[in-house]
Nanobody
Framework: QVQLVESGGGSVQAGGSLRLSCVAS????????MAWFRQAPGKEREGVAF????????DYANSVKGRFTISQGNTKNTIYLQMNSLKPEDTAMYYC????????????????WGQGTQVIVSL
């Protein structure tokens, strides 16, 4: 069983920045693919960003392109999400996930999840 721990959430004003971190207890594959998802109250969990260590498989949801940047640490089991120019609609619980086996934007295609870190963006 892989455990993931997110950190870095908080409350910011619109236009501000936050950096989320996630550490996994183990690798789940040689590619080291991990993703960030978010879920706002009453909405489905949506894929935000995706990356695999050592290759160019990086992708973002259209709603965050140009504002969010996903990156991996020196080890395959650490991932970050730099969030700039935050908007109120970015308010959600943010989760990292690994154990990918399908389409990165589909929550059902990931086996392991963290507990989430809350991001609140106010006007």
């Amino acid at each position: 069983q892989v455990q993931l721990v997110e950190s870095g959430g908080g409350s910011v004003q619109a236009g501000g920045s936050l950096r989320l971190s996630c550490v996994a207890s183990a690798y789940t594959s040689s590619r080291g693919c991990m993703a960030w998802f978010r879920q706002a109250p009453g909405k489905e969990r949506e894929g935000v960003a995706f990356a695999c260590a050592g290759d160019t498989s990086i992708d973002y949801a259209n709603s965050v392109k140009g504002r969010f940047t996903i990156s991996q640490g020196n080890t395959k089991n650490t991932i970050y999400l730099q969030m700039n120019s935050l908007k109120p609609e970015d308010t959600a619980m943010y989760y990292c996930a690994t154990g990918f086996h399908g389409y990165w934007w589909r929550a059902a295609d990931f086996d392991f999840w963290g507990q989430g870190t809350q991001v609140i963006v106010s006007l």
